[in-house]
């Protein structure tokens, strides 16, 4: 997890390029909580990712509301920008 405030920690890398060649497209890698803040889908998609991944780890929600939520709203963007989606989650 970052944690801004711990030294030994690993580093926010705000303006870094987004979208990471894998398997011969470019994707939009969104982790958990980023499938459902502005900025992460945003500047991905300014990248132009040719899949967006969505990948999240729901156990601990105990229920079907949270991973819905996240998968719904990654999936609007991705309507929005004609990108395609896949999506993994552990729940």
């Known amino acids: 997890m970052w944690r801004p405030w ?3 920690e690993t580093h926010a890398y705000w303006f870094e390029h987004p ?3 894998v398997a011969g497209e470019r994707a ?3 982790i958990c909580y980023e499938q459902v ?4 889908i945003l ?3 300014a990248d132009r990712p040719t ?3 969505a ?3 729901d156990w601990w929600a105990g229920g079907p509301t949270i991973p819905r939520i996240q ?3 990654v999936l609007a963007w991705c309507r929005l920008f004609g990108t395609p989606l896949v999506t993994a989650m552990n729940t």
């Not at 803040?37 to 992460?40: A, E, F, L, Q, S």
């Open 6 to 8: 711990a030294s030994d």
């Open 19 to 21: 979208v990471v060649d």
């Open 28 to 30: 939009a890698v969104l």
């Open 37 to 40: 803040i502005v900025w992460p």
């Open 43 to 45: 500047f991905s998609m």
């Open 51 to 53: 899949v967006v991944v």
């Open 55 to 57: 990948i999240a780890n």
């Open 71 to 73: 998968r719904n709203c």
